[in-house]
């Protein structure tokens, strides 16, 4: 499978600046990342690859005001801010 950031099964956007700075992915291959978080050149993908028989795709599914307060506070991240770019799955109105 191939999750990537901001699909359904890896809905944060945010995680490809984990991504950048692990990998190196500017230093090495030049593609960077906009305030959007959209790569540059737009003809870029990121993913990450899991090769299992039995590996499957799911999609994360709504989420409540406790899981996004929970999941900001453990990325360190102002609960506005995770609200903003979780906002396609959050079953609540902010």
Known sequence: IRPAPGYPSQPD??????MWD???????AGIQLSDSL?????ASVSALVFAHPQ???????QIGKD???SY???KGMELDTCER????I????R
């Open 38 to 42: 959209s790569m540059i050149p737009a």
């Open 22 to 28: 692990v990998v190196k992915v500017e230093e090495q």
């Open 67 to 69: 899981q996004v307060e």
């Open 13 to 18: 956007h945010t995680e490809k600046r984990t």
């Open 85 to 88: 770019w979780l906002s396609p």
């Open 72 to 74: 900001a506070k453990r």
């Open 90 to 93: 959050l079953n609540y109105e």
């Open 55 to 61: 590996s499957a795709y799911f999609a994360v599914g």
